[in-house]
């Protein structure tokens, strides 16, 4: 670098430079070396391009600059560094981590629940689906043994979608079905032979057990690649699908009791004393003294977050007779009114029912009505025989159940042999969707005695089912 040069920047560059071996081969070997820009400054005399010195001559300027030219590519800015900060913990992607204690408190109560069924697995291995069911009807165990059975009972789910055949086969012998096919498999079976038999407007007839009272004697099922299978083993396996449902709703009732309830009230001996009998109570025990056949299985209804079925609304109405201030008159579903016949009057009730609301009130002050309106919410009204008024109650205050529920307090009316003045009672309002039926007994509970409670709070709603529950309990030790 001459005298006064100033660096200004250091590239690099590869050159291809030519060197004679010691053997006098010529070779090419690449160089790397900087490439440097600078600026020269002519302090020396001019330097003649000839060879010679000429201080005259204007081809050369007093100030040179001599540069290497490098590539386009080589002066393209070097890419600025990319700074990625990280947290202190990154997460890893992928399967997420076990949890142990999860994983080992759900084995436990797996093995618990197994466990619980091994007498009846062991009484039942190796038996046909009909000796099973059977057998359960004779032994009738406990909610929380049959439970954990048909939690293993085992289910054949290569089964579904399969083609299915039903024929006429009166000598055919039946094999020996340890096994039950899925729910869905045993449902298209069995209307698949209600069409074949009967039409699509008439169903077999199955008894409260599950056993046909039709006659479809003979007829065998085949599916494609699985098996045959009589008649009666398809709702024998039917039979056994709706045990295990109803033991599931059993097992939410004991533990909405045992986990909720207990928590609340203040009398946890007492749900105690009900969680450990409907646990070892047979499902479909019937239950004494009520004066209509309603079975365990008819008050796990009563559990939170469900509906009140018709045999627990009624059940209850048992309950408040006990007050010997009233009656009741239990209406079933009340369907819409037809518009086809507008001209034609709709009777809502049957001549039996509206006599049995005048011999009522010819005797005690009160008649309780609970309405169930089209299957799908409880309204319902009280008649006073001495204010003569009916009071009518929908937990929603809904307009189209107000009309419904008018039209039928007005048939009373018309039914009475004194005058009665009809009154809606506007409070108080459900919040879910599901307590239209606890609201009802609470309001006909209200119109015969002062030991109704008044909370309608979130927790006071699941204080007043225990009690409906424990009411009905209570019924049941008497007998």
């Known amino acids: 670098?001459?005298?006064?040069?100033?660096?200004?920047?250091?590239?690099?560059?590869?050159?291809?430079?030519?060197?004679e071996t010691a053997a006098g081969a010529r070779v090419v070997v690449p160089v790397v070396v900087p490439t440097v820009v600078v600026a020269v400054v002519n302090d020396a005399p001019d330097i003649d391009v000839?060879?010679?010195?000429?201080?005259?001559?204007?081809?050369?300027?007093?100030?040179?600059?001599t540069c290497v030219q490098p590539n386009l590519a080589d002066t393209a800015p070097s890419p600025q560094p990319v700074h990625i900060k990280l947290n202190g913990r990154v997460v890893p992607v992928g399967r997420p981590r076990l949890n142990?204690?999860?994983?080992?408190?759900?084995?436990?109560?797996?093995?618990?629940?197994?466990?619980?069924?091994?007498?009846?697995?062991?009484?039942?291995?190796?038996?046909?689906?009909?000796?099973?069911?059977?057998?359960?009807?004779?032994?009738?165990?406990?909610?929380?043994?049959?439970?954990?059975?048909?939690a293993t009972f085992q289910v054949l789910g290569k089964a579904v979608g399969k083609p299915l055949a039903w024929r006429l086969d009166t000598n055919y012998v039946s094999d020996n079905v340890r096994y039950r096919l899925p729910?869905?498999?045993?449902?298209?079976?069995?209307?698949?032979?209600?069409?074949?038999?009967?039409?699509?407007?008439?169903?077999?007839q199955l008894d409260s057990d599950g056993e046909n009272v039709g006659g479809a004697d003979g007829y065998v099922l085949s599916i494609e690649k699985i098996g045959t299978y009589t008649r009666e083993q398809l709702e024998d396996m039917k039979w056994i699908w709706n045990l295990q449902r109803t033991c599931r709703r059993g097992l939410s009732l004991c533990s909405w009791l045992n986990i909720e309830v207990k928590s609340l009230v203040e009398e946890p001996v007492a749900v105690g004393l009900a969680l450990n009998e409907f646990l070892n109570a047979w499902p479909y025990k019937v239950i004494p003294g009520f004066g209509f056949d309603i079975a365990m299985a008819d008050l796990f209804c009563i559990r939170g977050s469900t509906w009140l079925n018709d045999d627990a609304m009624r059940a209850f109405s048992v309950f408040l007779k006990s007050y010997k201030n009233n009656a009741a008159v239990m209406i079933p579903p009340v369907k819409k009114p037809s518009r086809k016949n507008s001209t034609q009057s709709n009777v809502l009730l049957q001549e039996k029912q509206l006599a049995e609301i005048r011999a009522g009130i010819s005797t005690v002050q009160y008649v309780l009505v609970p309405i169930n309106l089209s299957g799908v919410h409880?309204?319902?009204?009280?008649?006073?025989?001495?204010?003569?008024?009916?009071?009518m109650y929908d937990s929603m205050n809904s307009k189209k159940n107000t009309k419904r529920l008018k039209a039928i307090a007005l048939e009373i009316v018309s039914a009475l042999p004194d005058t009665y003045t009809v009154l809606n009672i506007e409070g108080p309002l459900q919040k879910d969707g599901d307590s239209c039926g606890v609201f009802a007994c609470l309001h006909l509970?209200?119109?015969?005695?002062?030991d109704a409670p008044t909370d309608v709070s979130t927790a006071g709603i699941t204080k007043l089912r225990w009690m409906l529950l424990y009411a009905i309990w209570k019924m049941k030790c008497r007998w």
Do not use: H, Y
């Not at 091994?118 to 069911?133: F, Q």
């Not at 409880?378 to 009071?391: E, F, N, P, R, Y």
């Open 1 to 19: 670098m001459t005298k006064g040069a100033e660096e200004l920047d250091v590239l690099t560059a590869v050159l291809a430079v030519e060197v």
């Open 50 to 65: 000839a060879g010679g010195n000429n201080d005259d001559s204007d081809d050369v300027p007093s100030t040179l600059q």
């Open 100 to 150: 142990r204690n999860e994983q080992r408190a759900k084995a436990k109560a797996d093995l618990k629940e197994f466990n619980q069924g091994m007498k009846l697995r062991g009484l039942l291995r190796e038996r046909d689906v009909r000796e099973v069911v059977a057998a359960l009807k004779e032994i009738q165990p406990g909610l929380r043994e049959v439970g954990s059975f048909l």
């Open 183 to 204: 729910e869905p498999t045993v449902d298209r079976a069995l209307e698949q032979l209600r069409e074949k038999l009967c039409g699509e407007t008439e169903e077999i």
């Open 445 to 450: 509970w209200k119109s015969v005695s002062s």
């Open 378 to 391: 409880w309204g319902c009204l009280v008649i006073d025989g001495g204010s003569k008024t009916i009071q």
